[in-house]
């Protein structure tokens, strides 16, 4: 089974963090930030990071900063994407203001990477037998496009791979339509009977079995038992629109 476990938050700085411990054995630093520790004002409050969103970009580029220096790079070090619920993959190194798709990868060229979140699904791989590591932003059109499978492409012993799924929308709190739930039919676990012609989607059903058909081993699988239901300590879209983002942030910091 994969293991699940209630991340424990941290102060880091002036800001509340929520450390991956198991990616230390692996040399990456790794963290979940929640909404707490920033300068944004409501509804923003406080440590928004999208960029997208209506906040002021002062606001944002401080907020950035503060998770660059949480995590221990320069700011222009910390690689966030324009992400667009899709399946392509951006090398860190090569990735500009303009980059757009939905995994960052990092080869260990001292970069650290981050996805931004308010209900859909953050992934970490770490590779344990190379310096390789990649963050996934999963929402339901990610999935469905097998944006994991590009993901481990750039990996290249699958059985060598850590996966981390971090806070997301529950599966009890995700309604979706009929022309959603369409794709996930045939996935073991991944739907649930709601009124009407609704049902409700895990993301996390469907992500377990899409690493696990791709050779990921089951007890590589590590899942954060907290959920961004209700929009605290994390952001959360379905709640209250417009909200901020928070991240989940990877540094390899031993090659």
């Known amino acids: 089974m994969p293991i699940e476990l209630t991340l424990t938050p941290s102060t880091l700085g002036v800001l509340n963090v929520y450390p991956i411990e198991?990616?230390?054995h692996f040399g990456v630093r790794a963290f979940v930030t929640d909404r707490s520790g920033g300068v944004s004002p409501t509804p923003y409050d406080s440590l928004n990071l999208g960029d997208h969103v209506g906040d002021e970009p002062a606001n944002v580029l401080e907020n950035r900063r503060r998770v660059a220096d949480a995590i221990g790079v320069d700011a222009n070090?910390?690689?966030i994407i324009n992400q667009v619920h899709g399946r392509n993959v951006v090398n860190?190194?090569?990735a500009t203001p303009d980059s757009s798709g939905d995994v960052i990868v990092d080869f260990g060229d001292g970069f650290a990477v981050a996805v931004l979140i308010a209900d859909c699904l953050p992934i970490l791989l770490v590779d344990e037998d190379s310096p390789t590591l990649a963050v996934v932003?999963?929402?339901w059109?990610?999935?469905e496009s097998n944006v994991i499978e590009s993901a481990l492409?750039?990996?290249?012993?699958h059985d060598a791979v850590h996966a981390f799924l971090g806070p997301s929308i529950s599966g009890a709190a995700y309604q979706v339509g009929p022309d959603v739930a369409e794709h996930f039919a045939k996935v073991p676990g991944a739907l649930a009977p709601d009124a009407g012609d609704r049902s409700r989607l895990d993301l996390r059903a469907v992500a377990v079995a899409q690493l696990l058909a791709l050779g990921i081993t089951e007890g590589h699988l590590t899942l954060a038992s907290q959920v961004t239901d209700g929009g605290a300590p994390f952001f959360s879209d379905r709640a209250t629109r417009p909200c901020g983002r928070f991240a989940l942030v990877a540094r390899r910091v031993i090659a």
């Open 22 to 24: 198991f990616a230390r």
């Open 77 to 79: 070090r910390l690689v």
């Open 92 to 94: 860190a190194n090569e």
């Open 137 to 139: 932003h999963a929402g």
């Open 141 to 143: 059109r990610g999935l």
């Open 153 to 157: 492409a750039h990996f290249e012993h």
